[in-house]
């Protein structure tokens, strides 16, 4: 099903230069719709309800040390189409201030992209994707990730995609402006994991 759930996604974001971006307010687990203009579904990004309560009890009982042990914890991010069904897991090892992401076929287990993200002590946060075989640098950050106020750029330093603040008119919700020719999807994971990092 996964390699059916990747081609939908693939297939979906096809064509669309603007993507909007609504996270979820009531929900137990972490989710975001990754919608077209008109507001329709393309695919979704989840933190299952488990993962994500474990890592708030820690946060809520421990304050600013339960906040690093919560960061600390791996856990699993799950890319699905708009049937709801897997396409890849992003896997997070363990690690507060730096911390590796693989992205990978759930079915074969094959990696396709590695993330690693690296935080200030005092606030900010920079990000890589690299290739799983060649450890070429394919995406990174610059800008303000913690304001959503940052493009995403390729290996010659062009101009992949860039994140919107908060659209007024539509509660929740950003956008993320994709440039022509490069791959939607890597940016779309990209930015996700960004911004569910950044609350961390």
């Known amino acids: 099903m996964s390699k059916q759930a990747f081609n939908n996604v693939n297939t979906a974001l096809e064509g669309n230069s603007e993507i909007l971006m609504k996270k979820a307010m009531i929900s137990f687990g972490k989710n975001y719709t990754v919608m077209d203009q008109n507001q329709k579904p393309l695919m979704f990004v989840r933190l299952d309800a488990g993962q994500n ?8 009982a421990l304050g600013g040390v339960g906040r690093i042990l919560a960061r600390r914890m791996s856990y699993t991010y799950r890319v699905n189409d708009a049937n709801d069904q897997n396409a890849l897991e992003i896997r997070k090892g363990t690690g507060a201030y730096k911390s590796q992401f ?62 919107r603040h908060k659209i007024a008119a539509i509660r929740d919700v950003w956008k993320l402006e994709l440039s022509q020719g490069t791959n939607h999807l890597h940016s779309v994971i990209f930015a996700s994991i960004l911004d569910f990092e950044k609350e961390m």
């Open 53 to 60: 309560v474990t890592g708030s009890l820690v946060k809520g």
């Open 102 to 163: 693989d992205v990978v076929e759930p079915d074969s287990g094959d990696k396709i992209g590695v993330i690693t993200m690296k935080r200030g002590f005092i606030g900010g946060m920079q990000a890589h994707w690299q290739d799983p075989k060649s450890n070429e640098t394919l995406l990174s950050t610059r800008g303000n990730v913690m304001r959503r106020k940052y493009v995403i750029t390729g290996p010659a330093g062009n101009e992949v995609a860039k994140v």
